[in-house]
């Protein structure tokens, strides 16, 4: 009986990391995710409008909504850009959307589009 009984004990623990890996190898539960991640990013992304840009130091000022995934209410500010490229697209004046991140107490931008 006393062998018989951490066999029993040691069963269902076996059991539970096939269920879980089942679960995550599920394809039907990838397609879900990757249906909601363009609404997350979209929900990420706030207006603004430029104000001048850096491109040499890759920092882009822009006059912007609320960012509310960085808790940031409206004002105008200085972000550093990821891709100094694309500040090839934008003039002083250009209506954008933009995702920005805090990226060690420094914001960024990391994706910009016009706003259309």
């Known amino acids: 009986m006393r062998q018989t009984f951490p066999s029993l004990l040691a069963a269902p623990a076996c059991a539970a990391p096939a269920s879980v890996l089942a679960q995550t ?4 539960a990838h397609r879900v995710m990757a249906q909601a991640s363009p609404a997350a990013a979209t929900a990420d992304m706030a207006t603004g409008e430029v104000r001048k840009f850096d491109k040499s130091a890759a920092k882009l000022t822009l006059k912007h909504g609320e960012i509310k995934h960085l808790d940031m209410p409206p004002m105008t500010m200085v972000f550093n850009v990821r891709d100094k490229a694309v500040l090839d697209q934008f003039k002083a004046g250009d209506k954008v959307r ?4 805090n990226d060690a107490g420094k914001y960024t ?3 910009i589009e016009r706003a259309d």
């Open 109 to 111: 931008v990391t994706d």
């Open 98 to 101: 933009f995702r920005a991140v």
């Open 25 to 28: 190898t599920d394809p039907a």
